[in-house]
């Protein structure tokens, strides 16, 4: 009798088939005996990841994905593709928009350049009260960031986040973004339809408030619909703040789909060591594996930083995942954070070597759901596996 924990793995290794759970069990329960230790490290990778600020490089690899290979070598099993026309695997760039105006950003460099510091934050001063001058400000990026990305040829996914200040957090943990960083999103509502209606999506980033609790939740849902965002199918934690328990206990009519929280605040890898989406609940979790800010506290050095960006998206092109980035919305501005716009860009032009599929979360998750239901008899079962799942794991 397999407990709750080894079922939703069992499911989960179903749905990474393309089988329904019905029909995974049929298949699966004659190899139960020989499946049961990889089927219980697959739960515990799942389902008992390390909290958002471990620093553990064990994660480095994506765990259970690695076993799920193996099972399926293991039993003769090779999974419907998981991508449209065969893609190799997918990605999905995503931005949360923490903040959108520089204020006291410019004075880092206080100690080090004053003049300059006093005269970039003067100017990030002058950008951030007068609307007229909106687009000089460093992290006011919509209009970089939509010409970046239009340029490149691929949609994004953008969190909108509606936060309070709160200046005794602000005090407490020396992180003034929290007072003076924060903004009302009514003010982005021309920008953020123009984005969407380029093609991208918008989500939102929960707050410090909504993230544990369903009435805030239902309220900052609301509050974003009520700019005219069509379909709000996504949300993302702002700070990574996670309880599994509550988002399983979202429910369909709040339309939520997918949670895309499960990732590192100070080290990129695979926290819960998967490249592909789960169930928790009614609500698909999409993990993400490279954070700027993450990358940046990481590996100070662009070398260091391109070599683990390198390293992780062969990991997921290697296990045919979706690669999910998540690049803030205020290092959009190449003249500002050429860095963080170079790695990026290294890894979109990558992808479109390999002939990846870029697309959104939401539209990445509808193909995922409709894979397990359709055209099941093309599930081939073999004692020969593919080549891709042959790989020395």
């Known amino acids: 009798m397999m407990n709750e924990l ?115 934050w003067i100017g990030d001063t002058r950008s951030t009260l007068d609307p007229t001058r909106h687009e000089q400000n460093p992290f006011f990026n919509f209009d970089r ?66 993230w544990h609790d369903q009435a805030a939740l239902a309220r900052e849902l609301d509050e974003l619909r009520a700019l005219g965002i069509r379909e709000v199918r996504g949300i993302r934690n702002h700070y990574l703040n996670f309880d599994p328990e509550f988002t399983k206990s979202i429910v369909p009519q709040s339309g939520i789909s997918y949670d895309s929280t499960m990732g590192f605040n100070f080290t990129s890898g695979f926290r819960c060591g998967t490249s592909f989406p789960f169930r928790l609940g009614y609500v698909w979790e999409l993990p993400f594996q490279l954070m700027d800010s993450a990358l940046r506290t990481e590996n100070p050095e662009q070398k260091e930083a391109s070599q683990t960006c390198t390293r992780l998206q062969e990991e997921v092109r290697r296990l045919g995942g979706v690669l999910v980035l998540n690049w803030h919305f205020r290092v959009m501005n190449a003249d500002s954070f050429p860095q963080e716009v170079q790695s990026l860009y290294k890894m979109v032009d990558q992808g479109q070597h390999d002939g990846a599929w870029f697309t959104t979360p939401t539209e990445l998750i509808r193909h995922w759901e409709y894979r397990t239901y359709e055209d099941i008899k093309s599930i081939e079962m073999e004692h020969n596996v593919t080549e891709q799942s042959s790989m020395q794991l």
């Open 6 to 120: 080894c079922t939703n793995a069992l499911k989960h290794f179903g749905q990474w088939l393309g089988l329904p759970f019905t029909q995974a069990e049929r298949l699966l329960r004659p190899h139960m005996p020989q499946l049961s230790i990889e089927l219980n490290r697959l739960a515990s990778t799942l389902y008992y990841p390390p909290g958002p600020n471990s620093r553990n490089k064990s994660f480095q690899t994506a765990l259970a994905d690695r076993c799920m290979w193996r099972m399926a070598k293991r039993i003769g099993v090779r999974p419907k593709p998981f991508w449209p026309k065969q893609r190799p695997y997918a990605i999905c760039v995503t931005h949360d928009i923490d903040r959108i105006f520089s204020s006291v950003h410019g004075l880092k460099h206080l100690t080090k350049a004053p003049i300059r510091a006093l005269r970039s």
């Open 145 to 210: 960031m939509m010409s970046l990305e239009g340029s490149w040829g691929i949609p994004s996914t953008a969190y909108v986040l509606f936060e309070k200040r709160r200046f005794l957090f602000a005090l407490k943990n020396m992180e003034w973004q929290h007072f003076v960083g924060v903004y009302s999103p009514k003010k982005l509502q021309a920008k953020l339809r123009t984005y969407q209606n380029l093609g991208n999506e918008i989500g939102l980033h929960a707050s410090f408030d909504s």
